[in-house]
């Protein structure tokens, strides 16, 4: 009887393509779906590791021209009203709003700080818009993967029984590929989860390290036109 059995055992493929062929209908929607949503994470992380590296560079050159002793208006006249850079967006909502503060005599319209301080504020929760966007997929992919996993898994471990108690036929080689096909779900429900909350704390953190670098910049450069408001 055992010999038979493992013969049994033996001429059955377990590879992955088998499993996925021979599980229920249900059960492979759920593995599409958690298949194709670590597709679409990784293409986030992916995507987000190469806008984050060009944001750090942007900035860097960006304080270097700003730091470097050039007049303002002569960078902001250099860089325009509608740059590309995050940094340089932050700059120009700040130079612009500073500009159409002053009348026509070169007096300054009341409430300047607090305009340009707003102004600046606007670009910088643009810019936090643009970075985070996508991060909530990859959180929603690492909260509800294994879930979605284990459905799949309870409805494979359940159509089994049902073949077996059809079967009437108790042998392990009838019970394990069905078991096998059921905790494939949970398997890639892992295998999209893991990496989802991963990079998400690691991108979340970028993004915050990133922003707080343009927040700080933005409180530099009000307390430079502040000290030209005062004086």
Not at 19 to 24: G, I, K, Y
Not at 26 to 41: C, N, P, R, Y
Not at 161 to 166: L, P
Not at 204 to 214: F, H, P, T
């Amino acid at each position: 009887m055992e010999t038979e059995t493992l013969a049994m055992a033996q001429e059955i493929d377990f590879s992955l393509l088998a499993l996925f062929a021979r599980a229920t209908l249900t059960v492979k929607v759920v593995m599409v779906l958690l298949m194709a949503m670590s597709f679409w994470s990784w293409s986030i992380i992916i995507t987000k590791f190469i806008q984050y590296r060009a944001a750090r560079a942007e900035a860097g050159i960006f304080d270097r021209a700003f730091w470097s002793g050039e007049p303002l208006d002569e960078l902001f006249e250099k860089i325009g009203p509608q740059p590309e850079g995050a940094s340089e967006k932050v700059f120009a909502a700040g130079m612009l709003e500073w500009r159409r503060s002053h009348r026509q005599d070169g007096a300054l319209i009341a409430g300047a700080q607090a305009r340009i301080d707003r102004a600046m504020n606007v670009a910088i929760a643009r810019e936090s818009e643009r970075l985070n966007n996508g991060l909530s997929f990859l959180a929603t992919t690492g909260a509800t993967a294994p879930f979605i996993g284990l459905f799949g898994t309870v409805w494979g471990i359940k159509h089994s029984f049902e073949q077996i108690a059809i079967s009437q036929n108790t042998n392990l080689a009838v019970v394990a590929p069905g078991i096998a096909e059921a905790l494939l779900a949970t398997g890639i429900g892992l295998i999209a989860a893991i990496p989802a909350v991963v990079f998400y704390n690691k991108l979340n953190a970028d993004s915050e390290r990133i922003l707080g670098n343009y927040e700080s910049f933005a409180d530099e450069f009000a307390t430079i036109l502040s000290r030209q408001l005062d004086s």
